[in-house]
């Protein structure tokens, strides 16, 4: 077996007891280390049924499902479940125990001493993002939903099990503390590399937290299982299509940053040296220019019209520009473009200094992208025939 795969589902069934067809039918899926996959389908599809068979809190009905390499139904129930994290919606908190009794419960079961055991509660919850001098001790009805969840993760990493499986973990909260949840929880997953399986309803937060995505049908049956791009740029069939629901163009905008595709180039022209720039705007038909300072960082967007009508005072010429960074999304730049006049944001470099620009229609060939049009990173593009900030000469800039 490939050495990457951690859970590997072959060929798993589950009849529930006194029904004819089976709730998942037949699933075969493999997850690489590291991996968060979310599985997407419609209510009932059997999303959790599939989750809870990977821990055996549902025994499979057939199939075999491998845990790096062993497969799970030699183990013990409960050996197993000590070694796989798992969090739920409703938290699952013990209302009578303290936080870090609750944090602390696998280790303990594990035989852990207690001063070990507070450590890793402490390490936790700190980890987290809750200060262990003010929440150890607290039961967890005083604590707010979104630290309840935090306390739940907490819980579910504190043997350092290599798996997770997450059931709605972030269901029940607001939209807000959601989005924080789900930034801590990848941010922290950048330093624990745990190999996940998520559940969710949300094709947002799944286009979020995954590294692919399972769309299932009825009986579990994956009808596509590919990165979120993928599955934006290309459903599968017209029920993929509707699950990704209205928006998905867009939505391919929040997962890719600027740095990712083409960049264009536009005249600049330099404040105090601006002679020339007349001329160049009019080889480029009309199109507009930059004014930057005399360390290159854009000012604003001038015309030709700004140049004829008031030649010699561009300092506070043309229209205000907006800037955005190589590491901005595409939905941050189409934001930037809407704000600005011309319709291109422009991007700047740490110091703020031009870097090149990113237009609408830059982003059209993003969004109905083809392969062949895999641009090169960050490289500014000739093809408009406008004059390029390189090829102006030192008195022309
Ligand atoms: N213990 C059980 N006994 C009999 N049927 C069950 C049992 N648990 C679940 N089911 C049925 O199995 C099917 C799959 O349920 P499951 O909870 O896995 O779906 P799901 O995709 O997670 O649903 P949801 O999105 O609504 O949470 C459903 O039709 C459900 O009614």
């Given at each position: 077996m490939n050495r990457d795969v951690m859970i590997d589902l072959q060929q798993v069934s589950k009849f529930y007891r006194g029904q004819k067809?089976?709730?998942?039918?037949?699933?075969?899926?493999?997850?690489?280390?590291?991996?968060?996959?979310?599985?997407?389908?419609?209510?009932?599809?059997?999303?959790?049924?599939?989750?809870?068979?990977?821990?055996?809190?549902?025994?499979?009905?057939?199939?075999?499902?491998?845990?790096?390499?062993?497969?799970?139904?030699?183990?013990?129930?409960?050996?197993?479940?000590?070694?796989?994290?798992?969090?739920?919606?409703?938290?699952?908190?013990?209302?009578?125990?303290?936080?870090?009794?609750?944090?602390?419960?696998?280790?303990?079961?594990?035989?852990?001493?207690?001063?070990?055991?507070?450590?890793?509660?402490?390490?936790?919850?700190?980890?987290v993002g809750l200060d262990p001098a003010i929440y150890r001790n607290r039961l967890p009805r005083q604590l707010s939903g979104g630290q309840q969840q935090r306390v739940g993760v907490a819980r579910a990493l504190a043997a350092d099990p290599p798996v997770m499986l997450m059931d709605e973990p972030f269901g029940a909260t607001d939209p807000m503390t959601r989005d924080r949840l789900q930034n801590e929880f990848l941010r922290l997953q950048e330093q624990l590399r745990k190999t996940i399986v998520f559940v969710t309803h949300d094709f947002d937060e799944a286009i979020k937290m995954g590294t692919r995505i399972a769309v299932l049908g009825e009986r579990s049956k994956i009808r596509q299982f590919d990165t979120p791009e993928n599955l934006l740029a290309s459903p599968a069939d017209s029920t993929v299509a509707q699950f990704i629901g209205r928006g998905a163009r867009l939505k391919q905008l929040d997962l890719r940053r600027v740095d990712a595709i083409r960049w264009e180039d536009v005249p600049l022209i330099r404040l105090d040296k601006s002679n020339g720039a007349k001329r160049q705007l009019d080889q480029a038909e009309g199109s507009a220019a930059l004014t930057v300072d005399a360390d290159n960082r854009p000012l604003h967007w001038v015309s030709s019209h700004d140049l004829t009508s008031r030649p010699g005072v561009l300092d506070d010429a043309g229209q205000a520009v907006t800037t955005v960074e190589p590491e901005a999304t595409l939905r941050d730049a189409l934001d930037a473009m809407l704000a600005s006049r011309d319709g291109a944001a422009v991007v700047v470099d740490e110091q703020g200094r031009y870097a090149g620009t990113v237009t609408l229609d830059g982003l059209m060939q993003v969004i109905h992208h083809t392969p062949e049009d895999e641009p090169g990173s960050g490289v500014p593009d000739q093809r408009s025939g406008v004059a390029t900030a390189a090829e102006l000469t030192p008195e022309q800039r």
């Open positions: 067809a089976p709730v998942v039918e037949n699933m075969s899926m493999t997850i690489q280390q590291g991996e968060i996959i979310v599985l997407v389908g419609p209510s009932g599809c059997g999303k959790t049924t599939t989750m809870k068979m990977i821990n055996r809190l549902i025994e499979p009905s057939s199939g075999r499902i491998l845990i790096d390499g062993t497969d799970v139904t030699a183990l013990d129930g409960n050996d197993l479940r000590r070694q796989i994290g798992y969090v739920i919606q409703q938290v699952g908190l013990f209302p009578h125990m303290s936080v870090a009794t609750n944090v602390g419960l696998v280790p303990k079961m594990l035989g852990w001493d207690r001063k070990r055991i507070e450590a890793r509660a402490d390490e936790l919850l700190h980890l």
